[in-house]
């Protein structure tokens, strides 16, 4: 009741595959940790051991995580007894999405945990790790559900995210070209220095493929906590953390 926390819970899955660079540096996950971890069939155990200890009857996520599970159920898991499948089936039945539930009664679209923690003032870290972004989503239904969300950071949000679509939408180069002319430099920084001019989201979007064109410098687009900065300066707003219900 009111978001009590009862305990926590966590374990890796063994497994022997080579993880990807990529996967470990977003992770924190090594590849020793999954060679030193109990096998699938008894972590599933261990988990249905919990589940039926607080006697849950619903697992809330945020996306895909249902499927996730079942596809790794069918794709990897051939050889498990019938007794686990059982457990993990179970398991299925209880996860329900949230996503779509919470995205329609902010109004946002395609708001992931980092953003939710934002525009709640939760924090900016997101580890990508299981047991964190479970406790971040349970921090973050909280504080909807009991306090709300500032009506100034969801306009906020949803200017980002539209912006942020048309921005890579209109984006054609990700690499300095080879043997660009003086002549082509000098103009572009001319044009340059024009577009610096247009605060428009189309005049930054050639501003930066001019950019990385002619000088190789990668532009990406600012992120959320660095949107947010700049709206509250353009608007005088110091404190983005009062908060409506």
């Known amino acids: 009741k009111n978001f009590e926390e009862v305990t926590r819970f966590h374990s890796y899955i063994y497994a022997e595959d080579k993880l ?13 940790d999954l060679l030193s971890a109990p096998d699938y069939e008894l972590v599933m155990e261990e988990v249905a051991e919990q589940l039926e200890a607080w006697e849950v009857s619903r697992i809330y996520v945020w996306g895909p995580d249902k499927y996730v599970i079942q596809r790794d159920l069918l794709e990897y898991r051939k050889d498990i007894s019938k007794r686990t499948r059982k457990i993990v089936n179970r398991i299925l ?3 329900k999405d949230i996503e779509g539930i919470y995205s329609a009664k902010l ?13 709640c003032g939760l924090g900016t870290e997101v580890s990508h790790n299981a047991l964190d972004d479970a406790v971040d989503l349970k921090n973050i239904i909280r504080h909807i559900d009991l306090k709300g969300c500032s009506e100034h950071m969801l306009q906020i949000m949803k200017k980002y995210t539209a ?22 430099q000098e103009k572009s920084l001319g044009l340059l220095k024009e577009l610096g001019k247009v605060d428009t989201v189309e005049a930054r979007a050639l501003r930066d493929d001019l950019l990385v064109m002619c000088t190789g410098e ?11 900065q700049k709206e509250n300066v353009k608007t005088g707003i110091r404190n983005t953390n009062s908060e409506i219900t």
């Open 20 to 32: 990807h660079d990529r996967f470990q540096e977003m992770t924190g996950i090594e590849r020793k």
């Open 93 to 95: 039945r209880m996860i």
């Open 107 to 119: 109004d946002l679209q395609s708001a992931g945990i980092g953003s939710l923690k934002i525009i």
């Open 163 to 184: 912006e942020k679509e048309v921005y890579y939408r209109l984006r054609r180069f990700r690499e300095k070209w080879d043997d660009v002319s003086v002549g082509i």
């Open 218 to 228: 990668a532009m990406v687009f600012p992120t959320l906590e660095e949107y947010i």
